[in-house]
Every structure is written in C-alpha cells, then in structure tokens.
C-alpha cells in the first residue's frame, strides 16, 4: 500500500492563491515595509491556508532579511517586563516583522551567550533591556554593525539608541513624596542591585530624595530581596521585628510592594494606617490591589512601541538610529502612602 505525499506549497502557489505576483510575496517577506497592510493580510492568509514554510536558512545566506527583531530581557517569569515585551511584540508585528524571544535571568554573560545565538540566527536587528551590558555584548554588536536599541532606561550618553525612562527621576518622585509627608523613619527593599542598572539608578534616585528631606535610612532598614511577592513578604519580618520600626517602606518595584503589604497584614499591621507602602512601576493590578498602590508609573507600553519604530527604522533605512526618546515617569499617589499625622501612633 503506497502513501502519497502531500506536494510542498511554493511561493508560486502562495501567489496565485493569494492573486498577487511572486515579487510582491517576495518583497512581503523580506521588505514589509514597501507594502500594503492589505496585501500582506491576503499573503499572510494564502500562507497560512497552504502551509507554507519559507526557506529562511537560504535566504539569509544570499543577503535577505530574516524578518525577525532578537529581543532579551533579564526575566519573563514575572509581570516587570510582560507590558512592555507585549506591545513590543505587537508593534513589530504591525511594522511586518516578528520577535525572537529570550531572558539571561541577570547575567550580562548569559546576554552576550544569547545575543551571539541570536546573531547567528540572523536576526534583522537586536533590542536589550538597560543602558549596562558587557564589552563582549557591545563589541560584538558593532562588529556585526547590528541595528540596535536598548530598552527600558534614557540615558543621553547611551552607546546605542535608547527608548526608556528615566528610572533616577522615577526613584526622587517616591522618595520626595516620602519626604514631604513627614516619614523620616523610612526603610527601602529593593532587588539585587549589582548588575542591574534599573534598580540601582532607582535606588540612588531615593536616596537623594530622601537625603534632601533630611532622611537617611538605617543600615538595617536598606535590604535587597529577589523579584518575588513571597520573598518580600518574609523580609518584613526584619523591618519589624523591634519596637523602632519604620514608618513607611520604599519598594523598589510594585511585585516587592505587594509582597510588603501582604506580609504586614500577615502581622496585623494596616497599610496606610500604621505603615506607609510605595512601589515604582505601576504594574497591572497595582491600580486594583487593596489598597490601592502608590507608585511611580513606568509606562512600558509606550516603551515598547517606541522602541519597535526606532529598531524596526534602524533595520528599514540600514543605517544608525541615534535619536533616543526620552518617557518621563509619573507620580501615582493612590491608598497605600499618608501622612505621618494620619498614622497611628506608637
């Protein structure tokens, strides 16, 4: 009994079916941008109809696009970066081309490790997370004359374009706001600093703040604490653990917050009422949480589809991109932060 095998779809039978010419599938595949949103739907059906698969190895080989952004951040196993891969991701889409996805989980030499895979996969352009990445990372990049963009953080002395925030600004907006409600007993909890130049700029930016109001916070009450709801929530143990506790906790990302005001109710200790919580990044659900969340909103979204242009233009026009965009921060002063008269008195 003999088995008959399904004949593969070429880019001709892409074409008929989809009633535009063999170049235009061509010139859909490997320059987007030259056409029409409506022609690429039909292309992108008649593909999808037919199976086919491009032979991208063969492409590459002669020089053609592979129609594919590298994206790496440092985590993807928390909500820190999900916004911001995500209107990425669409934004790119929307522009013709596709993500290649991976994290490096805070290693600067697992990002170079990925960033050479991802090169060798010929991807059209790569975007990082941050201004700090290893002289491997960024030698090999301009060897490769590779279209970049660094996500997340402004910085106007950046070695490649950048689309980000500016995370100091955001960590003196909290601390300020801190300082001008009266709190002079304050305690920070941030991430692991080293290697991690969000979170540091953040924490210097608080420290400034708060130096500025005259506050400067304990050793003991300055702690480091991974990503995660349930380590914060253990780490408010020792921020309380005497009878001088603080008055109001600065967390350097809103995931540690939650994890804060999780572990004082754990306690028996009100937010606001007997203690103050502050976050940066207004992550999605910090709105909702009870209390509401003071924080400093980040706005990835915007990050993300700015970023998407400027790397999606750099690979277009084969040339450096070096106009940055600067997203400033904001102050989003919710339920979760009051003034030091407002609290309970102990």
């Known amino acids: 009994m003999s088995v008959k095998k399904n004949k593969k779809a070429d880019i001709l039978a892409v074409a008929k079916a989809a009633r535009v010419s063999p170049s235009t599938v061509s010139r859909s595949f490997n320059h987007p941008e030259l056409v029409k949103a409506n022609t690429r739907k039909k292309i992108d059906a008649a593909v999808r109809r037919l199976g086919y698969i491009r032979n991208r190895a063969a492409q590459t080989i002669h020089g053609i696009r592979s129609g594919t952004i590298g994206l790496i951040v440092p985590t993807i196993d928390h909500a820190i970066f999900a916004e911001l891969v995500q209107s990425f991701s669409d934004a790119v889409e929307e522009l013709g081309f596709t993500i290649l996805l991976a994290s490096h989980g805070y290693s600067l030499d697992r990002e170079y ?16 997370i941050g201004i700090e990445h290893s002289e491997d990372t960024y030698g090999l990049l301009a060897q490769q004359a590779m279209p970049s963009v660094l996500l997340w953080n402004y910085a106007k ?23 001008n409600l009266g709190h002079r007993n304050v305690a920070t909890l941030f991430p ?8 540091q700029l953040r924490f210097d930016g ?4 708060l130096a500025e109001g005259g506050v400067v916070p304990r050793n003991d009450w300055t702690l480091e ?14 921020l309380i653990s005497d009878a001088a506790r603080p008055t109001a906790i600065i967390c350097g990302n809103d995931v540690l917050a939650w ?14 009422q007997d203690l103050s919580v502050t976050g940066i990044g207004d992550f999605k659900g910090s709105k909702e949480f009870e209390p509401g ?4 909103r980040i706005p990835a979204r915007q990050i993300g589809a700015q970023g998407a242009k400027r790397i999606v233009e750099a690979v277009i ?26 609290l309970t008195k102990f």
């Open 225 to 238: 604490t991974p990503y995660s709801v349930a380590a914060a929530k253990e780490a408010v143990d020792a």
């Open 192 to 199: 692991p600093l080293a290697g991690n130049d969000r979170a």
């Open 317 to 342: 026009s084969e040339a450096p991109v070096v106009v940055g965009d600067l997203i400033p921060p904001e102050l989003i002063v919710r339920a979760t932060s009051a003034d030091l008269s407002n």
């Open 293 to 296: 969340l003071t924080t400093v």
């Open 157 to 179: 002395d950046a070695r490649l374009t950048c689309v980000g925030s500016d995370n100091l600004a955001a960590g003196k907006l909290i601390g300020t706001h801190i300082a």
């Open 206 to 209: 608080v420290t400034q703040a």
């Open 113 to 128: 490790a990925l960033t050479r895979k991802m090169l060798e996969h010929r991807v059209d352009g790569m975007a990082l």
């Open 259 to 272: 994890g804060v005001i999780h572990g004082l109710m754990r306690k028996g200790l009100r937010v606001p």
